[in-house]
């Protein structure tokens, strides 16, 4: 089976483009500049646009010939979008948490964390963070070295707990496991299906048109969601299998996708 080329190729960021917190490769920028070239990409995860910059828009920024116009950046899941109009990042649609509600965050993530001795006494940077339209904790703060945080919760039961404890405070807002080490909270039902939803909303494109790349599509990974909204999706582990799945996706292969092991 060869599936039709996308519309609109969409991404997780974190161990799908590039490793966790860290800069586009540049064998990944580069296969995202050609397939830009053809094609508009949407690039969905919790980073704020902050880190997105840092991620994704600086290091495609030094390559010649991008089409940053055909980029989408959903932010913190997609409660914010933008895009590069006119020379600049703009955002597209946003939705903040209102003030009470980021403070409802906030508290109920550093006491239940107080509580089950999961505060660090030390941390790489903040701990907690308010992305506006999501409050996040990182355990060991935003800026801990990758090693480090892969050791912290390796089979998941420290952010488990901490969910748990924390869910029944904010009874108005959802709580779930953000990355290695992160505790997001949002509005109820923001999560990738939701930014994926709104990104068709806004674009038009159906969802068999487009084809989405993550590395936690099993059940309670952050990619998960997105299969419930009927995108293709292609099970990546890490950065590298991305590379070579889209090396191909650059046009030169006349317009036809490798096949893809959908799940
Ligand atoms: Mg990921």
Redesign the pocket.
Known sequence: MTPEWPALVAF?????LAPSKSPLPAPMAKALTRLLATTPVAVI?GATFDQFARQVVRPLSALPGRRLDRLWILATCGTQCFRYIDGRWRAVFSELLDERERRAAMSALESSAKRLELWPDRSHGDVLEDRRSQVTFSALGQDAPLALKLVWDPDGTKKERLRDEVTPLVPDLEVRIG?TTSIDITRRGRDKAFGMRRLMAETGIAPDDILFF???LEPGG??HPVLSTGVRCASVRGWEDTLGRIGDLDGRSGGRLPEVRDR
């Open positions: 997780d960021l974190d161990d799908t995860s990355g993550g590395d936690r952050n990619d």
